[in-house]
C-alpha cells in the first residue's frame, strides 16, 4: 500500500489507521507530544512538573477558531512534565486539546464515530488540537491538527505520584492532578465542524473549553530540591537525564 499516496486521497481511511493504531502518530506526521518524567532533578532544573491549566475558553461553535494558542494561552491543559512544555510552546498556531470524532456533517463511515457503539464496535478516537491552519484553502480558519496527548503512558512519576509527593510534603494539590485520560474525562467539551489541518476537508471534533469546579488551583508548591542531599544524586547521571529531555542528546 501507497500510504503517500493513501493519505492525499483518502483522508479518512489514512487516519482512521492511525487512530486504530495501525499507524503510528509519528511516521504520519502529526505534532510531538513530548516525554515523560523520567527523572526528578532533571525535572526540577527545568521547572516541572507543569499543574493543570484551569482556565477556560469561549464555547467554541461551528466554523470558529481559537484565540488562544501554544503553551502560553488559556485554555484548559493537563499537568505536563517540563519535556512536553517546552515541546508544545514550538506549536504557535494550536491551542485547546480536542479530538477527531467523524468526517464532514454526513454519515460517511469512519472508526471515529461515536454511533459505532450502537452496532457493538468500539469507537476510536484521533487525538490532537483545535488550532488555526497556516497555509492551504482554509488558511487562517478553525482546523484539527493530530497529536496523540492521550495514549502515551505518563511512567512512574505520574499525576497520582505528584499528589502523593505534595501531599507528603505538607502541600497538598487542591485539586488533585489527574491522569490526562481522566482529565479528558471530566473536562467539559463540544462537538463543532471544522477542517481538517490545511487541507480544507471538513471534519467533526470535540473541543475542551473549560472545567465544571476547579477549586483553588492557585498555588503550584514546585518540586522541593531539599529532598536530595549532597551525596544521594550523582550529578552526571541528572545532567544526562536533562539532556534527553531537552533533546539535546
Sequence with gaps: MDLSNLKQTNH??????????KLSYSGSGALVWGNPVTNLFAESLLSGPNAPDYRSIAEPTNGSAPSQFAESGAYPKPWRSAAQKLQNANYTNVGPYAALIGWSTSDEDTICDFKNKEDNIKPYRLWGRFGVATSGPNSGQGAFFPQDWYSPSEGTYNAHYFNNYFSEQGNPLNPEWQLRKDWWGSITKKTIITRFENTGILCKIEVGYKFSDIGDADYFPGLDLGVYNDFSLDI??????????????
Design 236 to 249: 552526571l547521571v541528572a545532567m544526562t537525564a536533562l539532556a534527553a529531555i531537552t533533546r539535546w542528546l
Design 12 to 21: 479518512r481511511q489514512y487516519w482512521d489507521l492511525v487512530a486504530s493504531g
